[in-house]
């Protein structure tokens, strides 16, 4: 069973930085490419950045790039994103999302961590 | 980027309605168009894969179509466990952009 595992929310001043984290098990992690969807309160889903299996090629928003960095770890099974000069409109609900067979679909996600960005 | 505009924003119908939800792209994606079900506080789950696709284990009564610009969610009989928002995707091209999403609720 395809599981993923976010963890590393939780309530940053603006400018600040945060680095989240995602814990993949129950299949082969480095044939997948992942990617990041956020929503914010009670609004729609926004997608935030993806990265391949192997790890070279990475997608950003315009609206984080420059800002956020994707990463993964593929002998820890790990995703990362990187969240620097954060802004009151990061504030989201972040998910981890798999990309199924041919980077077309968002086949698995985690159930989410919160970003909350305020003074 | 390609903008996907869904309608309607909410609906209301009664068990065993058909409900039908549209999803626009502001232009052509082929059928690089994904269906998703979300429900409160919930992380969404896919259900129509290639704008035609079951996704495994999704019930029957979800069925989607279209192609080019103009996709249709169809669920055939509705069931109470179907209250949720629905978003449609493209993944024709980067940035990936999602409908504003389709609130059903039940009567």
């Known amino acids: 069973e395809v599981q993923l595992l976010e963890s590393g929310g939780g309530l940053v001043q603006p400018g600040g930085s945060l680095r989240i984290s995602c814990a993949a098990s129950g299949f082969t992690f480095s044939n997948f490419a992942l990617t990041w969807v956020r929503q914010a309160p009670g609004k729609g889903l926004e997608w935030v950045s993806t990265i391949v299996g192997s790890g070279s090629n990475t997608y950003y928003a315009d609206s984080v790039r420059g800002r956020f960095t994707i990463s993964r770890d593929n002998s820890k099974e790990t995703l990362h994103l990187q969240m620097n000069s954060l802004r009151a409109e990061d504030t989201a609900v972040y998910y981890c999302a798999r990309e199924g067979a041919g980077m077309v679909r968002f086949d698995s996600w985690g159930q989410g961590t919160l970003v909350t960005v305020s003074s | 980027d390609i903008q996907m505009t869904q309608s309607p924003s909410s609906l209301s119908a009664s068990v065993g309605d058909r409900v039908t939800i549209t999803c626009r792209a502001s232009?052509?994606?082929?059928?690089?168009l994904n269906w998703y079900q979300q429900k409160p506080g919930k992380a969404p789950k896919l259900l129509i894969y290639a704008a035609s696709s079951l996704q495994s284990g999704v019930p029957s009564r979800f069925t989607g179509s279209g192609s080019g610009t103009d996709f249709t969610l169809t669920i055939s009989s509705l069931q109470p466990e179907d209250s949720a928002t629905y978003f449609c995707q493209q993944s024709y091209n980067t940035p990936r952009t999602f409908g504003q999403g389709t609130k059903v609720e039940i009567k």
């Open positions: 232009q052509s994606i082929r059928t690089y």
